[in-house]
């Protein structure tokens, strides 16, 4: 896969007794959130996809060497998720490479670590990408923590007249104007289905088969901008 890299990392992990949801023989989707000096968030994160997840899951937590204590934190809330503690910073896209080569189901779903998860949305998104197999990526929509709506979660393709739009302040002026805001689909509201060109990684879900073909993110980017060169090589493939 590209951007696999062989860096040192501590996996910590306790036997499941029971073979709970976050550890499924079978996992449908295979949730993956990296992690760094986000302690509180991460664990926010972690208890509502356990609490708002029925689908068959597999959780892994991967740490990028954070100095918040993050690892031992996850490590005691929550002794039967599976943990990576990475020992160097690989940023988000590396990460994202790792942890993917260390899972199985057959969706990936990676979820940013100052995410809830709200009424089922993990559910609700893996009913979506069933009922539009063709699109083999799919994102959700998306709140700030005052529940406004967070239009970032998905954009689309830079253009010429995108670019200019915004240099002439077309797309301040009019914001809501799918003609003169086109990255930003202008006032959607996200309240509807639809396709989009590019999906935020923060919610980010594809066929963990497609996620492989593609070679997952190019390890050229650090953090932003992987899941736009991603869903735009994507596209080549007819998604």
């Given at each position: 896969m590209r951007g696999q890299v062989n860096q040192p990392t501590r996996t910590i992990e306790v036997?499941?007794?029971?073979g709970l949801a976050a550890r499924a023989a079978h996992p449908v989707v295979s949730i993956i959130v990296v992690s760094y000096n986000t302690r509180e968030m991460t664990l926010d994160c972690i208890r509502s996809v356990i609490a708002e997840t029925r689908t068959p899951y597999e959780l892994l937590v991967y740490d990028n060497a954070s100095?918040?204590?993050?690892?031992?934190?996850?490590?005691?809330a929550f002794p039967t998720i599976r943990l990576v503690a990475g020992e160097v910073n690989h940023g988000f896209a590396r990460a994202n490479n790792i942890a993917a080569t260390?899972?199985?189901?057959?969706?990936?779903?990676?979820?940013?670590?100052?995410?809830?998860?709200?009424?089922?949305?993990?559910?609700?998104?893996l009913r979506f990408a069933r009922r539009r197999p063709a699109a083999r990526i799919w994102?959700?929509?998306t709140l700030y923590g005052d529940r406004s709506l967070n239009p970032t979660n998905c954009w689309g393709r830079m253009s010429l007249w995108s670019v200019t739009s915004q240099a002439l302040g077309l797309t301040r002026l009019f914001h809501d104007s799918g003609f003169?805001?086109?990255?930003?689909?202008?006032?959607?509201?996200?309240?509807?289905?639809?396709?989009?060109?590019?999906?935020?990684?923060?919610?980010?879900?594809?066929?963990?088969?497609?996620?492989?073909?593609?070679?997952?993110?190019?390890?050229?980017?650090?953090?932003?901008?992987?899941?736009?060169?991603?869903?735009?090589?994507?596209?080549?493939?007819?998604?």
């Open positions: 036997k499941d007794v029971a100095s918040d204590g993050s690892a031992e934190a996850i490590a005691h260390m899972v199985s189901g057959e969706y990936l779903l990676l979820l940013n670590p100052d995410t809830i998860v709200l009424d089922g949305g993990i559910d609700k998104l994102g959700g929509r003169f805001n086109p990255e930003g689909y202008g006032g959607w509201q996200r309240d509807s289905e639809r396709e989009v060109d590019i999906v935020t990684g923060c919610l980010f879900l594809i066929e963990r088969t497609f996620w492989e073909r593609l070679g997952g993110f190019d390890p050229v980017f650090t953090m932003y901008g992987e899941e736009a060169d991603l869903c735009l090589r994507a596209r080549a493939y007819g998604a």
